[in-house]
């Protein structure tokens, strides 16, 4: 369904309630919007004239008819709702089932070509309309509830993937193995926008993904956890970001990437004008995404703050006072850009930022994208074949002391050590994020200026923020984001404080009751690298009965380097896969023909030791 968002309100109302609704208008303004209101309300405008008029001409026959179509329906379908009382018909087509919305235009049209091939002849559609009304009704008041998911949804110790394909088609993954099912065993709702994902197939190869995005190697580990993840819909998610200069493929980066997970009509959408753009885009889509975005306000950086972690957006319902409509939603989210866009502090602190390098070397796009179709169920059964090994994986990792986001550093972890490429992954990762500040921090004209002015001032400074912001123009590049008074810059610094923090610059103030006649003191001192809080992260294996200590590095402002102390558990030295030696992607699997049989599960090993694995589930323990 293509969600037209609240006016599916008016198209709720009864023949009594649309009476009582366009009375409320006065003449001039119902002749002005009555076109409007009878498309929004699902009728002709001739019938809303009569409603209008006080006519029941016809009403009674209509409401025969619709007692005869939700007569017909209700033995052919399953009427529910999910937990936000959206009503919902699953029904039998050419040996499948599908869920849609009972307001949905894809409902209506199969209730239409069913009273056809009953009765040969067309039902009339206020008596539809009516037929629907009561079918919501059912819905509500005498069906179940259900929690209906979008492409992808955990089930029993994995995951459910949906392939939105004409068949209805779902993978299930679990630490066993992958296979596809004859019917989901969770309920699925698709939209018109969505496309379908690849049949596994017999051949599993990621790096052929390689091929097509313009991500640097260092850089790969953490791509693959951010698409894994995006399945992972238990979980809160993280916000990737491609940053890259013209000419850096950006746009054709993300676009394949987003064509591997939650593929769409149109897998770039415009930046968004609104904070309600980005909830609109996230409910039609597992994936919000966006392309070529060159600013971001601080309500959409909170917005994606809150689809990536889970919130939930509430507006006044149209055409009523006192109605709202609201939107609970969790997803993950990508975009792309010339320069990084995060600044808002819990932002940054989801961002995974991809410098894009320039590329050298020109290729046809059309032949790459002949290309990508060929190899397209490769990399897909490869990501399927790599989450299984994950999940193996996962239950025996412990982290004490987690940082933040700590359920995608878990899986970082454990991706990067399926993918044969040992422990560390908090090292990228923890890189990553600083690398991520020191952008926003690059990007603010006031931070810079600061930055240098505490260079030149190594015993900092301590005042009003009128006199800082005195001594700070000395050292301004440029006006743009300037502020204008002291409050301004106390604000700019407020924001960017954690960022600070990371770069050794600290920040303090008086409090209000202790606010001096020339206003709030503030004082800003430079952190000596060995005073800084150490960062220590420990991943423990419980299946590793050794260990050893990692280094993670840390650069300052100066480009030095201090190592801290990270243990980690090791397993002894092995080539075995399944001590993380990545083996020939299709070497394991069961001899298949062709694609993935339904009902057959393709273990990634014949030994029946790796098939029985750890069936704890991985409770998300993500801090904020």
């Known amino acids: 369904m293509s969600v037209t968002e609240e006016k599916i309100s008016l198209a709720d109302l009864d023949a009594e309630g649309l009476t009582s609704t366009i009375n409320e208008l006065d003449e001039h303004d119902y002749q002005k919007q009555r076109k409007q209101l009878a498309k929004d309300a699902g009728v002709t405008v001739e019938y ?82 009516m037929a629907m009304q009561t079918m919501s009704g059912i819905a509500r008041f005498e069906g179940e509830t259900y929690e209906v ?93 491609l940053s890259g200069l ?71 319902t149209l055409y009523s006072n006192l109605g709202e409509t609201s939107l609970n939603i ?20 989801r961002v995974l930022l991809f410098n894009l390098p320039q590329i050298n070397v020109y290729k046809d796009p059309d032949k790459m994208k002949a290309d990508f179709v060929r190899d397209k169920q490769a990399i897909f059964t490869g990501l399927l074949e790599l989450l299984v090994e994950v999940l193996q994986i996962l239950p025996n990792l412990s982290i004490p002391k987690p940082p933040r986001m700590v359920s995608f550093t878990y899986l970082g972890e454990a991706v990067q050590r399926a993918m044969g490429q040992g422990e560390g992954f908090f090292q990228t990762y923890f890189e990553k994020q600083q690398a991520t500040v020191r952008a926003s921090l690059e990007d603010s004209p006031v931070i810079m200026a600061l930055i240098a002015y505490m260079e030149s001032n190594p015993k900092g400074y301590e005042g009003n923020y009128q006199n800082l912001l005195t001594e700070l123009n000395k050292y301004k590049l440029h006006s743009d984001g300037w502020p204008k008074s002291a409050k301004g810059l106390s604000n700019i610094l407020r924001v960017h404080n954690g960022g600070l923090t990371e770069v050794g610059i600290k920040i303090s103030q008086d409090t209000k009751d202790k606010k001096q006649r020339d206003g709030i003191h503030v004082r800003i001192q430079n952190v000596p690298k060995k005073d800084r809080p150490v960062r220590e992260f420990i991943v423990e294996d419980a299946s590793s009965p050794s260990s050893k200590t990692l280094p993670v590095e840390e650069k300052n402002n100066d480009g030095d380097v201090s190592t801290q102390s990270s243990h980690v558990h090791e397993a002894p030295e092995s080539t075995d896969r399944e001590h993380g030696e990545r083996a020939n992607p299709t070497s394991d699997l069961h001899p298949v023909s062709g694609d993935c049989e339904l009902g057959e599960l393709v273990s990634l090993t014949s030994n029946p030791q790796r098939a029985v694995a750890n069936q704890t589930r991985y409770v998300d323990l993500d801090l904020d």
Request: hydrophobic letters at 40%; a negative charge; charged letters at 25%.
């Open 330 to 349: 969790k997803r993950p989210a990508i975009f792309n850009g010339i320069k990084s866009l995060a600044s808002a502090p819990d932002l940054l602190s």
């Open 149 to 241: 998911w979008l492409r992808a949804a955990p089930y029993e110790d994995g995951y459910i993937i949906y392939l939105c394909n004409d068949k209805w088609t779902v993978v299930q993954i679990s630490p066993h193995g992958y296979q596809q099912l004859p019917e989901s065993p969770v309920i699925f709702r698709r939209t018109d926008k969505m496309r379908p994902l690849p049949y596994p197939g017999p051949v599993a190869n990621i790096e052929l993904l390689w091929e097509y995005v313009n991500i640097e190697l260092i850089d790969q580990p953490l791509l693959i956890a951010w698409i894994i993840d995006c399945w992972r819909v238990d979980t809160h998610f993280t916000v990737a970001e």
């Open 48 to 129: 809303l004239d009569k409603l209008r008029a006080g006519s029941n001409y016809g009403l009674e026959q209509e409401s025969n008819m619709a007692g005869k179509i939700v007569a017909m329906v209700k033995d052919r379908a399953e009427f529910f709702t999910d937990p936000d009382k959206v009503a919902y018909a699953r029904f039998e087509v050419e040996g499948h089932l599908e869920t849609w919305p009972v307001f949905s235009d894809e409902f209506k049209e199969w209730l239409t070509m069913l009273y056809y091939k009953v009765n040969k002849t067309a039902a009339n559609e206020a008596a539809m309309k």
């Open 246 to 316: 013209f000419g850096s493929a950006k746009s054709d980066t993300q676009d394949y990437i987003r064509s591997l997970v939650d593929p769409c009509k149109g897998n770039l959408k415009t930046a968004p004008s609104n904070v309600e753009t980005i909830y609109v885009n996230a409910h039609n889509n597992l994936v919000v995404s966006f392309n070529n975005v060159s600013r971001l306000s601080p309500d959409q950086q909170d917005a994606l703050c809150c689809v990536a972690t889970g919130g939930e957006y509430t507006k006044r």
